[in-house]
């Protein structure tokens, strides 16, 4: 990630699949990632699934986090996913108090 | 995962792989997956690898999250993990503001 701020927030999404329509739900998930990284606020985002899968985004404030929340095409993709794709998901709003990174040289 | 409180925090580290003795590496993480969770104040895990790994815990306080980063199993695996496992990886700790969930009935 990066374009990081000294106070960040991230949103964890962790999710299990019903395995229903699975490729309906990877297209809408690649339509969302792409829509994700173009609001206001976006600072990056990390995807990974084994059993489980966990997306965390992180963002410049709480405002921008509700305004993805309630981005009418994601709104609406929200709702397929109860409807069809996911068995249960959790989601937690971050506030990033510490942070730190290394890379190999 | 279980055992919530109103309010926590979570350890999210997200990591790339050298690919370098990865039997090796997998047979550790299991092991600390294992001693993670019997430390006190660890409220769960989840944990998932596509092209970057992720692994989330959640805790009870800061002082949990110290006394497990400190702890001498722990830090002799970090110090393996810098040498030989880890291309790059991130630590961010955070307090959960926001918790809802959703589980298909």
Same mark, same amino acid.
Request: net charge negative; with cysteine; glycine share 4%.
């Given at each position: !990630?990066?374009?990081? %701020?000294?106070?960040?927030? +991230?949103?964890?999404?962790?999710?299990?699949?019903?395995?229903?329509?699975?490729?309906?739900? /990877?297209?809408?998930? +690649?339509?969302?990632? @792409?829509?994700?990284?173009? %609001?206001?606020?976006?600072?990056? !985002?990390?995807?990974?699934?084994? /059993?489980?899968?966990?997306?965390?985004?992180?963002? %410049? #404030?709480? +405002? @921008?986090?509700?305004?993805?929340?309630?981005?009418? @095409?994601?709104?609406?993709? %929200? /709702?397929?996913?109860?409807?069809?794709?996911?068995?249960?998901?959790?989601?937690?709003?971050?506030?990033? /108090?510490?942070?730190? #990174?290394?890379?190999?040289?």
């Amino acid at each position: !990630m990066n374009k990081l %701020q000294p106070l960040f927030y +991230a949103v964890i999404f962790t999710s299990k699949l019903t395995g229903v329509a699975i490729e309906d739900y /990877e297209r809408n998930a +690649a339509k969302m990632e @792409d829509l994700c990284a173009q %609001q206001p606020g976006f600072l990056g !985002m990390d995807s990974a699934r084994s /059993e489980v899968g966990i997306t965390v985004c992180y963002w %410049q #404030s709480l +405002a @921008d986090i509700e305004n993805w929340r309630s981005h009418l @095409d994601h709104k609406s993709v %929200q /709702e397929k996913g109860i409807e069809i794709w996911y068995e249960s998901y959790d989601v937690k709003v971050c506030l990033v /108090e510490k942070h730190y #990174s290394f890379v190999k040289n």
